[in-house]
Nanobody, 126 residues
Framework: QVQLVESGGGLVQAGGSLRLSCAAS????????MGWFRRAPGKEREFVAA????????YYADSVKGRFTISRDIVKKWAYLQMNSLKPEDTAVYYC???????????????????WGQGTQVTVSS
């Protein structure tokens, strides 16, 4: 059982930055692809970014491309989402997710993830 714990959310003004972190409990963290998703009030869960298990491949939603960066530290078992140039429409609860995959695979569909964190709130004021 993989446990994921997000941190780093908060309140920020438009144009500001935040860095979300996701700590994983799994010893074999390097066999898991990771993803970040978000859910805004009254909306469905939305894909944000994904990273392959080795960290060599990444993929972003068009809405965050060029502003957000996903990364991971395999040794420390952390995943990150650096968010720059934040907009009010980025306001949501952000979740990290994990699933075991073959090397190099990116997972975009949230339904394919097996493990989820509890979420961290990001609020961007205008």
């Amino acid at each position: 059982q993989v446990q994921l714990v997000e941190s780093g959310g908060g309140l920020v003004q438009a144009g500001g930055s935040l860095r979300l972190s996701c700590a994983a409990s799994e010893r074999t963290f390097n066999t898991y692809a990771m993803g970040w998703f978000r859910r805004a009030p009254g909306k469905e869960r939305e894909f944000v970014a994904a990273i392959s298990r080795g960290g060599g491949r990444t993929y972003y939603a068009d809405s965050v491309k060029g502003r957000f960066t996903i990364s991971r530290d395999i040794v420390k078992k952390w995943a990150y989402l650096q968010m720059n140039s934040l907009k009010p429409e980025d306001t949501a609860v952000y979740y990290c997710a994990a699933v075991q995959t073959p090397p190099g695979k990116l997972v975009i569909n949230g339904n394919e993830y097996d493990y989820w964190g509890q979420g961290t709130q990001v609020t961007v004021s205008s």
